[in-house]
T-cell receptor
Framework: QKEVEQDPGPLSVPEGAIVSLNCTYSNSAFQYFMWYRQYSRKGPELLMYTYSSGNKEDGRFTAQVDKSSKYISLFIRDSQPSDSATYLCAMSTMGGSQGNLIFGKGTKLSVKP | NAGVTQTPKFRILKIGQSMTLQCTQDMNHNYMYWYRQDPGMGLKLIYY???????DKGEVPNGYNVSRSTTEDFPLRLELAAPSQTSVYFC?????????????FGDGTRLSIL
């Protein structure tokens, strides 16, 4: 079982749709959970950052973490063509000096006008 | 404020050649990282540094070397290029794990080894 599993898609939705992106993981020591957005030929940029379980909302984006199920989600409301990108989940353990983010493979999202 | 800058953006190497991928940051980050991203795969950590003069291996360090003589620069060295090292390489800077500051990524170096 891979440490972080993410459905690679691709996922195609019409403009205005609600998008749900998900990752599951196996390491119960993960405490920090992130979603990165990566446009074509660009580096990943941080969208959402969550510590432990719970929800976090930022504009049209909502991140959810369920540590009991080892499951994280990113919801995008009122999706726009500019949201078309690859979305990577990432997670890390708490503390220490190791900069070891574990990434999912990424889900490629296309929002059609 | 440029953030994290990587050069070159593209490079083609022949098997057995060597090269250095450059990374510089102007965000005064102590932590710097090198990742590789293969098609359809997530990013995998090659090496990281928690400050000038301190480096450590990540998940996939074989075939690579790094140095960190200054806070700003973190070059990645390939000594004997192999086809398996064809990938997109990303450098990132950050305040370190355990903080609420994200890792900031450069735009990558696309490397092909033929």
């Amino acid at each position: 079982q891979k440490e972080v599993e993410q459905d690679p898609g691709p996922l195609s939705v019409p403009e205005g749709a609600i998008v749900s992106l998900n990752c599951t993981y196996s390491n119960s020591a993960f405490q920090y959970f992130m979603w990165y957005r990566q446009y074509s030929r660009k580096g990943p940029e941080l969208l959402m950052y969550t510590y432990s379980s719970g929800n976090k909302e930022d504009g049209r984006f909502t991140a959810q973490v369920d540590k009991s199920s080892k499951y994280i989600s990113l919801f995008i409301r009122d999706s726009q063509p500019s949201d078309s990108a690859t979305y990577l989940c990432a997670m890390s353990t708490m503390g220490g000096s190791q900069g070891n983010l574990i990434f999912g493979k990424g889900t490629k999202l296309s929002v059609k006008p | 404020n440029a953030g994290v800058t990587q050069t070159p953006k593209f490079r083609i190497l022949k098997i057995g050649q060597s090269m250095t991928l450059q990374c510089t940051q102007d965000m005064n980050h102590n932590y710097m990282y090198w990742y590789r991203q293969d098609p359809g795969m997530g990013l995998k950590l090659i090496y990281y540094s928690v400050g000038a003069g301190i480096t450590d291996k990540g998940e996939v360090p074989n075939g690579y070397n790094v140095s960190r003589s200054t806070t700003e620069d973190f070059p990645l060295r390939l000594e004997l290029a192999a086809p398996s090292q064809t990938s997109v390489y990303f450098c990132a800077g950050g305040s370190g794990i355990g903080s609420n500051q994200p890792q900031h990524f450069g735009d990558g170096t696309r490397l092909s080894i033929l």
